[in-house]
DNA sequence: GCGATCTATTGACGGAGGTCAACTGGCACC
DNA sequence: GGTGCCAGTTGACCTCCGTCAATAGATCGC
C-alpha cells in the first residue's frame, strides 16, 4: 500500500500487465517498461465471471475500473418498467467501469456474456500511480475519451440510420476491434444473443435475423448461428451509409 | 492566478455567481456564500453568442466549461459525411462542454438556439477551486454524473419507445427542466426548430409536425407555433409509457 | 436418451412512420 | 407593400420493420 514504487515477485508476474497477452491493447499501450511495472502492481486481482454473472450493477459503490481479459461482456442500463437498453459490448482489453467516474457509485450495469477473465485495477491505487506517471494518466483520459466518443457513434447510428445499416456499422466496429486483438477480423464468433444485438441497436429479434440472412444472400456474410464471416468487407463497407439519402441528414 | 482566495471587487462581484438568478441552479448550488465568492473569482466572462453562433467545435481545445446564463443551445456531433445528431439541449443553468474532459478537446460541437447569454468557467481556475472547496468538487461531479445519465435516458428513448412517446417523454423533461427554473413548466417556449426536436429524437420533421397536432387534438397541448402549453400533464405522463408492450422490453 | 425450454429462423400481415408534394404563414429584405 | 424564402403543416402513398405464429435446432436437466 506504500505509493512508491512496489517490488514484484514473480507470482504477480504471472499474471501482470507486462506478460499479459493484451498488454499492448488496454491501458498500459505506449507506456514503458518500468511504468508498465507500476502498472502491475495495482491490478489487484483476476476474476472469472461465469455466463450472466454481473460484474456491477447499477448503485453499487465504485472502486474499481476493469479490464476484460478475455471472454466479453455487455453493460446496459434498465428504467422503471425494467425494460433494457444496451449501452455497449466489451471485448478482451478494453476497460469498464467509466460510468461510476463522476458519482463514485454505477449508473450502468455490467454482465458476461460468456465465460470472462477480469482484471480488477482498484481506483484508489490506480489514481495514485497515475499522478504519479503522467503517460499512464493521458492514457487513461484516452480511453475514456474514446467511450464518449463511441457513446456519440452509438447514438448517430440508431437516430439517423436504417435496420441494414445499423447491422452493418455494427458488424465491420466489431470486426475492427477484433482486427486489434490480432484475431481474424473476418472470422467473428459473436458471444451475445441475437437479442443482444436486436436490443443494442433498438430493433427486434426478427428483424436481426433476417437481416443476418439478407446479408448471406447478398453474399456479405457467412453465417452460422453465432459464428459470422465477413466475406466482402468492401460490400460491408457500402452497406454502412448504403442509400445516401436515408433520414434528413441535416437540421441546419 | 494565485492558489489561495482572491480579493473581489465590486465590478465582479455584479456579474458573479452570488448575484446570479441562477446560483440556486448550477455548480454552486449547495454551497456556502464563503466558497461561492471563491467560485466566482473563477468565472472568467460572460459571453453572449447569437443565434446560430458556435461556442465551441469538434477538435476545439478544451480549456473552459461553460454555463448557461440566458438562451439555449444545442450540442451535437457529425459523422464524415456531414450528417449531424443532436446530443442535448441545453437551459439556463445548465453546464456543458464536460465532452473535453478526457482527451482535452471537444468531441462535440455547442451551437446557440437563440441569443444567449454564457459563463465561462477556465477549468485551470475551476481545478483549483474544486481542490480546495470539497463541495464544490463533488457538486461538479455530481453535475457530470447526471449528464451521463442523461445519455443513458437518450439512447434508451431512442431505442425503445415509439415515437409518440418519445416526444412525450422529450416534452416532460423539458417542462421538468423549464420548473426548476422557477418558470411555468406548462408553458414551453421552444427554442429549437421541429427540424431539431426530430433529430434529437431520430425522427423526420413531418412526424414531429403530426405529433404536436395530434396531441393537440388529444387535448394534451395547445400548440401555437413554438409556444406550447402543456393542458393536461396527467395525460401527458400516460402517453410517455402508453402502450406497454411496444418493442421487445427485455433481451435476458 | 428424451422432453422441456430457450434461441434462432422464416412467413404472413399490418401499421407506424418515412417520403414526396403541395400549401400556408412568418419574416427578412429590398 | 411586394417578393422570396424558410419553417411548419397536412395529405397521399408506400415501405420498412414490428407483430404474431409456426417451426426447427440447441442446450440443459434428469
Request: charged share 25%; net charge neutral.
Amino acid at each position: 500500500m506504500e505509493p512508491t514504487a512496489t517490488v514484484l515477485d514473480l507470482n504477480q508476474l504471472r499474471r501482470s500487465c507486462s506478460s499479459c497477452a493484451l498488454h499492448e491493447l488496454c491501458l498500459p499501450a505506449g507506456i514503458g517498461a518500468d511504468d508498465l511495472n507500476r502498472l502491475d502492481a495495482t491490478v489487484k486481482d483476476k476474476r472469472m465471471l461465469d455466463r450472466g454473472a454481473m460484474l456491477y450493477r447499477e448503485g453499487d459503490k465504485f472502486d474499481a475500473l476493469y479490464v476484460v481479459r478475455s471472454g466479453s461482456l455487455k453493460s446496459f442500463v434498465q428504467n422503471e418498467a425494467g425494460d433494457m437498453q444496451i449501452l455497449a459490448f466489451h471485448l478482451p482489453g478494453e476497460i469498464i467501469g467509466f460510468d461510476a467516474l463522476a458519482s463514485n457509485q454505477h449508473v450502468s450495469q455490467a454482465e458476461a456474456l460468456e465465460r470472462s477473465s477480469i482484471c480488477e485495477l482498484p481506483y484508489a491505487h490506480l489514481q495514485r500511480v497515475t499522478s504519479e506517471v503522467p503517460a499512464l494518466h493521458r492514457q487513461l483520459m484516452r480511453v475514456i475519451s474514446r467511450e464518449v466518443v463511441e457513446e456519440h457513434r452509438h447514438l448517430m447510428v440508431m437516430g439517423r440510420q436504417q435496420a441494414q445499416e445499423q447491422m452493418a456499422t455494427f458488424l465491420k466496429s466489431l470486426a475492427n476491434r477484433y482486427q486489434r486483438l490480432q484475431r481474424d477480423g473476418a472470422a467473428l464468433n459473436l458471444s451475445m444473443s441475437r437479442y443482444d444485438i436486436a436490443n443494442y441497436l433498438g430493433l427486434v429479434v426478427e428483424t436481426v435475423s433476417r437481416l443476418f440472412s439478407r446479408m448471406e444472400e447478398m453474399g456479405v456474410l457467412e453465417v452460422n448461428r453465432k459464428s459470422v464471416r465477413i466475406l466482402r468487407p468492401d460490400l460491408l463497407a457500402g452497406l454502412c451509409r448504403a442509400d445516401t439519402m436515408s433520414k434528413q441528414k441535416d437540421a441546419s
